[in-house]
């Protein structure tokens, strides 16, 4: 199902590529993943899983929850959301743990490669897009890795104008500062992009680099630069695992970059800004939202996002919980209810919802595992969404040779993403040799704006926080 | 100050098995002290492996008797030994003819090794590529055990019985009387008033031993192992063993991953880092592929390291050693996992009657001061 008449986007005719799913033939837009394209033909089933064949979906759709695990050309667990459909593939099903294949050519001793760089950033969205390019900039070499086919991270789905103060980018829509940052990286000659290419450890001797499932690449960087962004939260309730239940980034990948329209009903969890966000992004591409549910007893969002969606209809429940997903092998429904301030169901109050997406939006996590297997000092930290890196405040880890940036540091938002990549990428160049007096003028700079965009009584538990994680 | 018959350095494979067979022996009074949780040294990051397709006769009586009491003891505590062999690949002539003299041995001390054509060694296991051999040997009795469910076992094992078990409590002391015999363990929470301490502290023997004054001749030795994610399970039944390719073990769990590693470098000396290194992951990468091609389709989901503690002549160092009422138990060389029970056994043996059946006078730590060193036992997985 495709998305048609949307009031801020347009999905030109691409060119149509056929791939067989099934044995079956399917067609799917030129620079389509797997997942959108078989999503757009109302395959939402992916595979079972492995030990209780349960039905698996499409959930993160940014390559990172593995719920989406194809075999593909006879290669078993491709993650298909960040997969992009080809000509003549093969695309099966997996039903539980997938075949090893029986036979294979063997690995070609080219399959390794050794290199150097002066930055390695890893992660292509706002915090790294920043920190390239600055870096950059300085005159330093970079490399760029993300392992989903483009660039832009969670930044290219934001359709709507950014919240935030003025000169802070706020009023542009996301995917235009994603534009933006895209086309300057690929435009710039000290920039190396490597899309489809995911950072699997950080080894003395090097990062290990594997890209496209065929070649394996140690980079041996000057700096790193660690910007992975953030995984999306779960809650439990039966039936979480099945197909239909989306986090809130998941349903904007497929809207917003495919332009394939999720489902027709939709209930979102969680009314943070975020969870709002989405709805109203479900609103314009014409799904029908029947509720926003929200467990503490205020809306967590701003105002301004609450009241657009009001202005639709769409009740935002709060206090309320979902009890369950119904289903068997997709969502056909959902079973809500209000509770008291001791956290007790009100009998009464339930209710059942017949939709076929749940949109969860309850919190993201920092995506810390390479930062933790660098051996980078790291601190659970709630507010700031889970362990993050202690650092101090031109983002420099406990290794001095590591830096994070963004999402990855503590969950906030594109904006101080972006500052917290510029302070990495131009510190990272003073530190290396080629940056110099611009790049500690656009640190301070950055510092001041960070310092303005955590102000008020709103962010005092972040700043809190972030204060308990910096050191020096 | 509590008083005990014996006090056990370490929760690890060879810790826990002594205490069992003291238990069984009707030696109640016995305390198993773990600086860490059970498992957390070496056994937990094995490779799962137990064979007893060894080259010598004491290693292969050893594993004989091991692995008859693997089956008794996946029953009495609850795990399961899962006895689907071990396939050592052989790619030369002269490979094949060595291990068919090998096999002459081990048949002679009543183990069931076969030599096997590469078309049957492809039956054991399919994704194998078979084209390059010239022939494999089999031991079907050999096998696997999951360490955490083998020391969770015993656990449970000892929560029903005697045996106190006490982790996150270190030894840190040891005082002798002025005679030489043991007076007291001192640990970070307690003293233990006993007469026979056994060492079995794995790769911290050492440490272990210098509190008695003793220099041990045990060295820790990184080595790691990786593990994939899952595949269909059953795939990869028996452990593969390829010596042309850097030593590799691989196999699969129940669960369905891959789990194994290469041998330790030549050039690697003693150390107490246990960071993983991306060398090794190149190396099993290569060998694993050349093994089963197919697995250049595997993610590794997990990588880690352990220690292989290790003797001068590769082969463990067994019984009491110069404080009287001191055992030691360790210096295992890289299979201490697999010989757990026999160990348990013998070291249970001496300490309650002073003798044993089984062949541990061959593993007598003295031999290493008369300068009698064993050819080393065949080594991995
Ligand atoms: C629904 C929604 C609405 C939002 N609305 C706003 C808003 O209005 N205003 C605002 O300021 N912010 C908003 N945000 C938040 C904002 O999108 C994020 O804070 C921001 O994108 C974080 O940027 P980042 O660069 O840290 O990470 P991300 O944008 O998440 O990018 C991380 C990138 O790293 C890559 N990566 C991760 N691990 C690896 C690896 N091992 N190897 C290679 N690549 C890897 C990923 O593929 C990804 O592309 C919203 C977020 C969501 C989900
Ligand atoms: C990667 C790898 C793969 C292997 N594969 C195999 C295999 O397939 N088959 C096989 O048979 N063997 C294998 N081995 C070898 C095997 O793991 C060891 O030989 C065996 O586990 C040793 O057991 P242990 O109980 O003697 O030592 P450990 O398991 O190391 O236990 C010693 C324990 O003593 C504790 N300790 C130390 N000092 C103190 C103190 N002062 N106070 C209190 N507690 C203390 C430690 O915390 C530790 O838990 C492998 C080893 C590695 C590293």
Redesign the interface.
């Known amino acids: 199902m495709r998305v048609k008449d949307h009031p801020v986007l347009s999905f030109p005719e691409r060119e149509e590529i056929t791939f067989t799913y099934q044995g079956k033939e399917v067609t799917a837009r030129q620079g389509e993943t797997i997942a959108a394209a078989l999503h757009n033909h109302g395959v939402l089933e992916l595979s079972k899983s ?2 209780k064949l349960r039905p698996r979906g499409l959930f993160c759709s940014i390559g990172k929850c593995s719920s989406c695990l194809m075999t593909v050309d006879g ?3 491709v993650r298909t959301c960040i997969t992009l459909a080809q000509e003549g593939m093969v695309v099966e099903k997996q039903e ?12 070609e001793p080219s399959s ?1 490669e050794t290199r150097e760089t002066d930055v390695l950033v890893i992660g292509g969205g706002p915090a790294g897009l920043k920190a390239s390019l600055t870096a950059a900039d300085a005159g330093g070499d970079v490399t760029l890795v993300d392992e989903n086919p483009f660039l832009g991270g969670q930044l290219i789905k934001q359709t709507h104008k950014f919240f935030g103060s003025s000169d802070l980018d706020a009023g542009t829509r996301g995917i235009a500062i994603g534009d933006d940052l895209v086309g300057a990286v690929k435009a710039h000659e000290n920039i190396e992009e490597m899309t489809g290419t995911s950072a ?2 950080v ?4 990062v ?1 680099l594997y890209k496209n ?1 065929e070649k ?1 690449v ?1 980079l041996n960087p000057g700096k790193l630069i660690v910007a992975t962004g953030a995984t999306e939260k779960m809650i439990p309730f039966p039936n979480n695992d099945l197909p239909g239940v989306y986090g809130a980034g998941g349903i904007q990948t497929l809207m917003n970059v495919h332009g394939v329209k999720p489902g027709k009903s939709a209930v979102i969890v969680g009314a943070g800004n975020v969870g709002l966000i989405v709805t109203y992004q479900l609103l314009q591409a014409g799904v029908d939202v029947q509720a926003v549910v929200e467990v503490a007893p205020e809306i967590g969002g701003y105002f301004v996002h609450a009241a657009k969606i009001r202005r639709f209809g769409v009740p935002i429940l709060t206090c309320h919980t979902v009890l369950e997903v119904v289903g068997e092998e997709r969502v056909e429904g959902v079973r809500i209810g209000e509770i008291d301030e001791n956290s007790e169901l009100l009998q009464e109050s339930t209710q059942y919802l017949d939709v076929g997406i749940v949109g969860l939006s309850v919190g993201l996590s920092p995506s810390y595992k390479l930062l933790a297997h660098a051996g980078c000092e790291l601190q659970l930290n709630p507010v700031l969404g889970g362990y993050v890196p202690i650092r101090d405040q031109r983002m420099r880890t406990t290794r001095d040779d590591v830096y994070v940036a963004g999402d990855a540091s503590g969950i906030e938002e594109a904006t101080s993403a972006m500052l917290e990549g510029t302070i990495a990428g131009a510190d990272a160049a003073i530190e290396l040799g080629v940056g110099g007096g611009r790049e500690e003028e656009k640190i301070d700079d950055c510092l001041n704006k960070l310092k303005d965009l955590r102000a008020g009584p709103y962010y005092r538990e972040l700043r809190k926080s972030i204060q308990g994680v910096e050191i020096g | 100050m509590k008083s005990r018959d014996v006090i056990i350095i370490g929760g690890g494979s060879t810790g826990l098995s002594i205490a069992y067979y003291l238990s069984k022996f009707g030696v109640d009074d016995v305390s198993v002290l773990e600086m860490n949780y059970v498992g957390s040294g070496s056994t937990g990051r094995c490779g799962t492996g137990i064979r007893a397709q060894f080259a010598d006769e004491a290693t292969i009586k050893m594993m004989k008797h091991a692995e008859g009491e693997w089956r008794e003891l996946a029953e009495e505590i609850g795990f399961e030994f899962r006895q689907t062999g071990y396939l050592y690949l052989h790619h030369t002539e002269e490979e094949l003819n060595q291990y068919r003299q090998i096999k002459e041995l081990q048949n002679s001390l009543g183990v069931p090794t076969e030599i096997l054509t590469p078309t049957e060694a492809r039956e054991l296991c399919e994704p194998l590529d078979v084209s390059k051999l010239t022939g494999a040997s089999y031991n079907p009795e050999d096998g696997k055990a999951h360490p955490f469910e083998v020391v969770t076992g015993f656990k449970k094992y000892f929560q029903e019985g005697n045996v106190e078990l006490r982790e996150n409590v270190k030894v840190v002391e040891v005082e002798l009387r002025k005679e030489g015999r043991l007076k007291k363990v001192e640990t970070a929470d307690g003293t233990y008033e006993t007469e026979v301490l056994v060492n079995a502290a794995g790769g911290w023997a050492p440490a272990v031993g210098e509190m008695m004054g003793l220099d041990l001749p045990v060295e820790p030795y990184r080595h790691q192992a990786i593990i994939t994610e899952p595949f269909k399970p059953g795939t990869i039944e028996p452990m593969v063993i390829s010596m042309k390719h850097e030593s590799a073990y691989l196999t699969q769990t129940e669960r369905g991953g891959i789990i194994g590693g290469v041998g330790t470098p030549e050039d690697e000396r003693p150390t107490y880092d246990t960071t993983e290194t991306l060398d090794f992951e190149e190396r099993v990468s290569r060998a694993f592929t050349a093994i089963i091609p197919s697995l250049k389709y595997a993610r590794i989901l997990r990588h880690w390291a352990g220690y292989y503690a290790t003797s001068p002549d590769g082969n463990p160092l067994l019984g009491e050693y110069k404080v009287p009422g001191h055992y030691l138990a360790a210096g295992y060389s890289g299979h201490g996992y697999m010989m757990a029970p026999s160990v348990g056994e013998g070291i249970a043996e001496l300490i309650t009657s002073g003798e044993t059946e089984l062949p541990l006078d061959y593993y007598d730590p003295e031999r290493i001061d008369r300068g009698e060193l064993r050819d080393a036992a065949v080594q991995m997985g």
């Open positions: 492995g030990d290669v078993p667990n539980g743990f997938p075949d090893l294949p029986r036979e294979a050519e063997p690995l390794t699997v450890g080894y003395k001797e090097a290990g499932m394996f140690k």
